[in-house]
Every structure is written in structure tokens, then in C-alpha cells.
């Protein structure tokens, strides 16, 4: 069975740091595109950021270039987020979500996790 | 940036009933990359469609993507209880990815 797991949410203040990670099963990783997208309370979702499975290749939405962190290790099946600068509009569960490696783009996702909960707030 | 924009914001039906759902890109988006999400309160998202029209693993026969350039849809045949959910189209392929605001469709 194919299964995402998400930790490391919290409570944080603005300006804070936070690390998120994604423990992934049943799949070849080191073949996945994997991505992060959030969903704001009550709110649509927002695809946030991409990392290549193959190649390590990695993409950002412009609301969190320069201030999140995008990373894998293969060897243990695991991706993570590094969150800096948070604000409170960062304020969303966080999703994991998978699909296979595309060749020369990024592809959709068919594996979600549950999500996790960041809040940003003094 | 394409845009995606979704209507009607919300679908009022009853079980039996056919939904159909609009998916408006703000330029031309390559059908192989469009997909639609299924969303339960309290749950995460979940593929039905791909590539426009091609249904995920394990989705029944009565949902169906079409549509190509900035017009997509999504058609709901015979509206059962477990369907009433919020439903995002998303364009992939090239960055950034976008999804649409979402449609809900509710019980009447």
C-alpha cells in the first residue's frame, strides 16, 4: 500500500522556523516527483512547491521563493520542507503529495498524505 | 501564472443527478496536464483525472474529464451520496502549478 506520512507541524511565531517532513511507503521514491501543496483554513489549495525524483530538480511558488526549502533523500524514502521567515498568511495544512517522474515536466498527484498543521501566530 | 477558473462556485443536486462542472484556463493549457481532485471535509484530496480525460485507478465510470486548450470539464453521472464533495481542476507540467478555486457540489 502506497501511504504518505506527514510531521513536524506546530504552532510557531512570525519570523520562525519550521521543518516538515514526509516519511514515504510502498512506492519507488527515488522515481516520484514529490511536491508540497497547502490548503488555508476554509480556503483552496496552493501548490507550493516540486522536487524531481531523478534528478532533484526544484520548483517554488513565488509566495515562498527565497524563504522554504525543498528536499529528499532517496537513500530513506523521505522529503522534507524547511520553512523560514514564516508569516501568518503561511497559516495551512500542509500536504505531501506524489506522482510518477514525467520526462521533462512536472507531473500531477495521484498520492496525497493526510496533512499536517502549521500556524503562524504570536 | 495561468489562472484557473472554476464554476459554478457551488452545485446544488440530488443523488441520481448529473453534475457537470466548468473548468476555465486564462491561456491555453496542454490536455495531457489537467487534472481534477475530489475533496472531503476533513480529508485530503484525491485524484479522479488526468491528462483531461483519463480516469485514476479505482475511480468508477461515472465521473469523465473533457475539453482541451482553456475549456475543460467534469461530468458527474448519476450523483451518489458518497460524490457530494469540493472538486479542483489543476493544471501540471511546467511551473508554477495552479489549481482552480473549486467547486462544491451539495446535496439539494
Known amino acids: 500500500e502506497v501511504q504518505l506520512v506527514e510531521s513536524g507541524g506546530g504552532l510557531v511565531k512570525p519570523g520562525g522556523s519550521l521543518r516538515l517532513s514526509c516519511a514515504a511507503s510502498?512506492?519507488?521514491?527515488?522515481?516520484?516527483?514529490m511536491n508540497w501543496v497547502r490548503q488555508a483554513p476554509g480556503k483552496g489549495l496552493e501548490w507550493v512547491s516540486s522536487?524531481?525524483?531523478?534528478?532533484?530538480?526544484?520548483y517554488y511558488a513565488d509566495s515562498v521563493k527565497g524563504r522554504f526549502t525543498i528536499s529528499r533523500d532517496n537513500a530513506k524514502n523521505s522529503l522534507c520542507l524547511q520553512m523560514n521567515s514564516l508569516r501568518a498568511e503561511d497559516t495551512a495544512v500542509y500536504y505531501c503529495?506524489?506522482?510518477?517522474?514525467?520526462?521533462?515536466?512536472?507531473?500531477?498527484?495521484?498520492?496525497w498524505g493526510q496533512g499536517t498543521m502549521v500556524t503562524v501566530s504570536s | 501564472e495561468i489562472v484557473l477558473t472554476q464554476s459554478p462556485g457551488t452545485l446544488s443536486l440530488s443523488p441520481g443527478e448529473s453534475a457537470t462542472l466548468s473548468c476555465r484556463a486564462s491561456?491555453?493549457?496542454?490536455?495531457?496536464?489537467l487534472a481534477w481532485y475530489q475533496q472531503k471535509p476533513g480529508q485530503a484530496p484525491r485524484l479522479l483525472i488526468y491528462?483531461?480525460?483519463r480516469r485514476s485507478t479505482g475511480i468508477p465510470d461515472r465521473f469523465s474529464g473533457s475539453g482541451s486548450g482553456t475549456d475543460f470539464t467534469l461530468t458527474i453521472s448519476r450523483l451518489e451520496a458518497e460524490d457530494f464533495a469540493v472538486y479542483y481542476c489543476?493544471?501540471?507540467?511546467?511551473?508554477?502549478?495552479?489549481f482552480g478555486g473549486g467547486t462544491k457540489v451539495e446535496i439539494k
Open positions: 491561456q491555453s493549457v496542454s490536455s495531457a496536464f
Open positions: 503529495a506524489g506522482g510518477p517522474d514525467l520526462v521533462g515536466a512536472i507531473n500531477g498527484f495521484d498520492t
Open positions: 510502498g512506492l519507488t521514491f527515488s522515481t516520484y516527483t
Open positions: 489543476q493544471q501540471y507540467g511546467r511551473s508554477p502549478l495552479t
Open positions: 522536487i524531481i525524483g531523478s534528478n532533484s530538480y526544484v
Open positions: 491528462g483531461a480525460s
